[in-house]
């Protein structure tokens, strides 16, 4: 057996692309295996908030994010009809953010961040066109089988290969994926198409009986406006396609009728044809099986509400590669994935069930209810360090994780009294 573990990532995607960078700065090798032909992500875009950026910045990526990204003035809530501001709170606005999470907060469309990732990692790493079909194991490792007929061994197997992950099967067994009952409707619009916008530089929220319509700004200067838009049903999901069904074009503009014009007229600029269901993974009582390890939304897919499903997807992988590091050997790892299914099971969980939580207060209809949410946006800034202001080396070092320097930290929301609602992220369960 080797003295180092080789590694063998399944998934290209941020998460597998993260991990390799990750254990590379710890002197440790992987290979990444991504079953499409070229490295392209689905979904428009992500919001990449300070528990990510601080760790991606730790392995030398700042510039390349910041060249690409656009960093959001404000986070906005407003009502649906007449798109009354309940609650404003700065994030690029001078250096607020940063001075107290201590790390930037970019909106960056998802194939931009694929794409700094991949030259940070460089050529030779990433082996495309390898679809796994079957994982076993033998006494010194992984017998990993590919569609193509290839064949490899690696002492460690990392799935990061999504929702519907081929080794969590392993894992875990069975299917473990929730459809919400939402499906969301997304785009990008030029922001000179968009008169009616109030303040097109902030991440906003309008909010609205049965629907949510969350939007930020991407491209190098703000130039281009991401939005997801968010409805309740259908029912029962039935899309032939996975994530995706075919849904006649109008049917968008019908669920927000009556809303701001700034609302519909993001949604008409774009040819809708298909809806996104919104998927999560149930918790898993075992992150991993022998020498296989499941990584972001293979262990923890979550609705996008809170804006985390790729930046605790990139705590993973920070996470996974130092506990890898620090077994140092082979022989070292079972410790290893029990130690990392302990950091990161409980943290994940919340956020997931604050996720699944935060649908159902941005769609309250009018009323009591609804004011009283309002005005629990009023201390969003406090309700948010517990993830933002995560920092996964104090994790590691068994000390406080949460690096924000004022404000309480309080609990996920159990009640509309204790809403706490995030950045979205684009795409059907990742965030």
């Known amino acids: 057996m080797a003295a180092t573990p080789r590694v063998a990532i399944i998934g290209g995607g941020i998460g597998g692309l993260t991990l390799a960078l990750a254990l590379r700065e710890r002197g440790l090798t992987a290979d990444v295996y991504e079953q499409a032909p070229r490295l392209a992500e689905i979904g428009a875009a992500v919001a990449l908030s300070a ?58 469309h998802r194939a931009h961040l694929q794409a700094v ?16 079909v079957e994982l076993g194991e033998r006494s010194d490792g992984m017998v990993l089988r590919f569609a193509d007929g290839r064949a490899e061994h690696a002492e460690l197997v990392v799935g990061a290969d999504g929702i519907r992950s081929t080794v969590r099967r392993w894992v875990a ?47 190098s200067s703000g130039e281009l406006v991401n939005f997801l838009a968010v409805v ?27 809303w701001h014009p700034a609302v519909t007229s993001m949604i008409a600029a774009v040819t809708h044809t298909v809806r996104w269901g919104l998927f999560a993974v149930a918790p898993l009582r075992r992150w991993h099986r022998g020498r296989a390890v499941l990584l972001g939304d293979a262990a923890h897919a979550m609705l996008p509400h809170q804006g985390q499903g790729a930046n605790t997807t990139v705590e993973d992988a920070v996470a996974l590669a130092a506990l890898i590091a620090r077994e140092s050997t082979a022989t070292g790892l079972p410790g290893a994935l029990a130690a990392y299914q302990t950091l990161r099971r409980a943290r994940t969980r919340r956020i997931q069930r604050s996720s699944w939580t935060t649908n159902a207060l941005l769609h309250l209809p009018d009323g009591p209810a609804a004011d009283e949410r309002d005005r629990a946006l009023a201390r969003l800034p406090q309700d948010l360090a517990w993830i933002h202001g995560y920092d996964v080396h104090a994790a590691l070092r068994g000390r406080p994780a949460h690096t924000a320097t004022a404000g309480p930290v309080v609990p996920a929301p159990r009640s509309p009294g204790a809403v706490v609602a995030a950045p979205a992220v684009e795409g059907c369960c990742r965030g």
């Open 117 to 132: 990732l991949a030259a940070a990692l460089g050529p030779g790493t990433v082996h495309l066109g390898c679809r796994l």
């Open 173 to 219: 067994g069975g299917a473990h994926e929730i459809y919400s009952g939402t499906s969301g409707f997304r785009g990008i619009v030029p922001v000179d198409r968009l008169p009616d916008l109030p303040d097109p530089g902030a991440i906003q929220f309008w909010m609205g009986p049965g629907a949510h319509l969350l939007h930020y700004a991407i491209g």
């Open 51 to 108: 528990n990510a950026t601080r760790e991606l910045e730790r392995i030398g990526l700042g510039a390349g994010l910041a060249a690409a990204s656009t960093t959001p003035t404000e986070l906005i809530h407003r009502r649906w009809r007449d798109g009354r501001k309940v609650a404003a709170h700065p994030v690029g606005t001078g250096s607020w953010y940063r001075d107290r999470f201590h790390a930037p907060f970019h909106g960056i």
């Open 232 to 258: 309740e049903g259908p029912a029962a999901w039935t899309g032939s396609e996975g994530w995706t069904a075919e849904v006649a074009g109008d049917v968008p503009l019908r669920a927000f009728e009556g």
